[in-house]
């Protein structure tokens, strides 16, 4: 029997086409992964936050747009979603939110069809640890670390619809630390330089809420109540603060109404002094200053954006209640 004769150039063009092949598949099946992952839907819509995470953490954020990579252009192109954009990817990975839709400057319309004008500031939000991380949730975030920042921004779009005028510290406690030589330490000395800025440029301030986060195992931050998840929350009171009972009684009302909402949410105050602790954690500003811890770092996005939620209906009933 005559053996087959395969011309050289036949064998060539088979190795092409599988090479071709091969190559195809594999970059196929990659926007498929990346489509498929780009949908993920994070649990808020706030555009401030997601500006503030991509310009300060996203790699492929640059001063011009001519010097984006081709890998960019044609990833933006093949997925309909800009990662230099922080609206498009809102309008991709967000629930809820429609195309780029132009906002009122000094009103918006909230779900209630209540009509919040906005007016100076009473409420300040800030990081005195503004580097502690949460854990990530999915692909979708683009090697964005989410940090305890996130929870003033999601906290100020909650507070706000309920007639709240927010300010957030946007300075980093970092480049405070190093314009004036300190180390981690001294982070709530740098929190105090900016509460007196914030202060000074907005006297109308009443309250100072300075967010955290834990440093615990997911099972001792995490409670599940109602088949939901969510990040548990403790007070912190210095109590080297000489009017510290003041900071006490107002915290304790926080806690105490969150838990009426969710049992065991709150783990209560943790009050510290002596030697090797701050003890006053900036909380002779004001007797409205707070510290809350949510969650630890092993707790995700959504987790943190239960708890707030529940924060920001607690917060609004505590504050217009001392406010008559």
Same mark, same amino acid.
């Given at each position: 029997?005559? %053996?087959? +004769?395969?011309?050289?150039?036949?064998?060539?063009?088979?190795?092409?086409?599988?090479? +071709?092949?091969?190559?195809? #598949?594999?970059?196929?099946?990659?926007? $498929?992964?990346?489509?498929?992952?780009?949908?993920?839907? $994070? *649990?808020?819509?706030? #555009?401030? $936050?997601?500006?503030?995470?991509?310009?300060?953490?996203?790699?492929?954020?640059?001063?011009?747009?001519?010097?984006?990579?081709?890998?960019?252009?044609?990833?933006?192109?093949?997925?309909?979603?800009?990662?230099?954009?922080?609206?498009?990817? !809102?309008?991709?990975?967000?629930?809820? /939110?429609?195309?780029? @839709?132009?906002?009122?400057?000094?009103?918006?319309?909230?779900?209630?069809?209540?009509?919040?004008?906005?007016?100076?500031?009473?409420?300040?939000?800030?990081? #005195?640890?503004?580097?502690?991380?949460?854990?990530?949730?999915?692909?979708?975030?683009?090697?964005?670390? *989410?940090?305890?920042?996130?929870?003033?921004?999601?906290? %100020?779009?909650? /507070?706000?619809?309920?007639?709240?005028?927010?300010?957030?510290?946007?300075?980093?406690?970092? #480049?405070?630390?190093?314009?004036?030589?300190?180390?981690?330490?001294?982070?709530?000395?740098?929190?105090?330089? !900016?509460?007196?800025?914030?202060?000074?440029?907005?006297?109308?301030?009443?309250? +100072?809420?300075?967010?955290?986060?834990?440093?615990?195992?997911?099972?001792?931050?995490?409670?599940?109540?109602?088949?939901?998840?969510?990040?548990?929350?403790?007070? !912190?009171?210095?109590?080297?603060?000489?009017?510290?009972?003041?900071? !006490?009684?107002?915290?304790?009302?926080?806690?105490?109404?969150?838990?009426?909402? @969710?049992?065991? $949410?709150?783990?209560?105050?943790?009050?510290?002094?002596?030697?090797?602790?701050?003890?006053?954690?900036?909380?002779?500003?004001?007797?409205?200053?707070?510290?809350?811890?949510?969650?630890?770092?092993?707790?995700?996005?959504?987790?943190?954006?239960?708890?707030?939620?529940?924060?920001?209906?607690?917060?609004?009933?505590?504050?217009?209640?001392?406010?008559?």
């Amino acid at each position: 029997m005559k %053996k087959k +004769f395969i011309s050289k150039n036949k064998k060539s063009k088979k190795v092409k086409f599988k090479i +071709f092949f091969f190559i195809f #598949s594999v970059a196929f099946g990659f926007i $498929l992964t990346i489509k498929i992952l780009s949908k993920y839907n $994070l *649990p808020y819509k706030n #555009s401030d $936050l997601v500006n503030f995470l991509i310009e300060n953490n996203n790699p492929f954020i640059v001063n011009s747009k001519s010097n984006y990579s081709y890998f960019h252009k044609i990833m933006t192109k093949l997925i309909d979603l800009d990662i230099t954009d922080p609206l498009s990817i !809102l309008d991709t990975n967000f629930k809820g /939110l429609t195309k780029k @839709v132009k906002i009122e400057e000094e009103t918006k319309k909230v779900s209630n069809e209540k009509v919040i004008t906005k007016g100076e500031p009473t409420i300040y939000l800030y990081n #005195s640890h503004d580097t502690e991380e949460y854990k990530p949730s999915s692909f979708a975030e683009y090697s964005v670390m *989410p940090t305890v920042k996130l929870s003033d921004y999601v906290l %100020k779009e909650e /507070l706000e619809k309920n007639g709240f005028s927010v300010l957030i510290e946007e300075q980093t406690i970092s #480049s405070i630390r190093s314009s004036l030589g300190l180390n981690y330490a001294g982070s709530y000395t740098a929190s105090r330089v !900016l509460m007196e800025q914030a202060k000074k440029n907005n006297p109308s301030l009443e309250y +100072f809420i300075d967010l955290h986060r834990d440093s615990l195992d997911h099972d001792r931050t995490t409670l599940t109540y109602n088949n939901k998840n969510y990040a548990m929350v403790m007070f !912190l009171v210095g109590l080297e603060n000489p009017n510290y009972l003041e900071n !006490l009684e107002f915290s304790t009302k926080i806690s105490d109404a969150i838990n009426a909402k @969710v049992s065991g $949410l709150s783990k209560g105050i943790y009050q510290k002094e002596g030697e090797g602790v701050n003890g006053v954690y900036n909380q002779d500003f004001s007797n409205r200053t707070i510290l809350i811890e949510i969650g630890g770092p092993e707790n995700t996005i959504d987790e943190v954006y239960e708890t707030l939620l529940i924060l920001s209906e607690v917060l609004t009933e505590v504050i217009e209640s001392d406010q008559n």
